[in-house]
């Protein structure tokens, strides 16, 4: 019974796996912004770093709103270079080209506010 339930299980896991894709955009930064989120309810402050770019409206399960895909940026080291990177891309009117895995995503929490938004992966500015 116990290896019928594991094998279960880690089925059931596997199904999971398989049906996460990950989605790429290419078009311009259309909205970058930074929002300090708040501590709340024994959830601790955070920052949220938040992108959308241009033409990219769909990726699967990730969370998209007025036709455009909302991708957080980790708020970490390979987080700020990226920030920066769609940053300097905004100023200079180039064409960026994103990368999401709707299975890495943010876990957002009606508390702060947030919604469910699949993680920036890779960012690349066009020549």
């Known amino acids: 019974m116990k290896k019928i339930l594991l094998a279960a299980l880690f089925a059931s896991f596997l199904s999971q796996i398989a049906v996460a894709g990950t989605y790429s955009g290419t078009g311009l930064v259309s909205k970058l912004d930074t929002r300090d989120l708040p501590a709340v309810d024994g ?23 007025s ?49 469910d938004s699949c993680y920036l992966q890779q960012i690349r500015i066009a020549q």
């Open 43 to 65: 959830k601790p402050a955070k920052i949220e770093s938040t992108l959308r770019v241009s033409g990219f409206s769909y990726a699967g399960t990730c969370y998209s709103e």
């Open 67 to 115: 036709n455009h895909v909302r991708i957080v940026i980790k708020n970490d080291d390979l987080g700020d270079r990226m920030f920066s990177a769609a940053l300097a891309a905004k100023f200079a009117g180039k064409e960026v080209t994103v990368l999401v895995d709707e299975a890495m995503h943010n876990n957002a929490s009606v508390v702060h506010g947030t919604v």
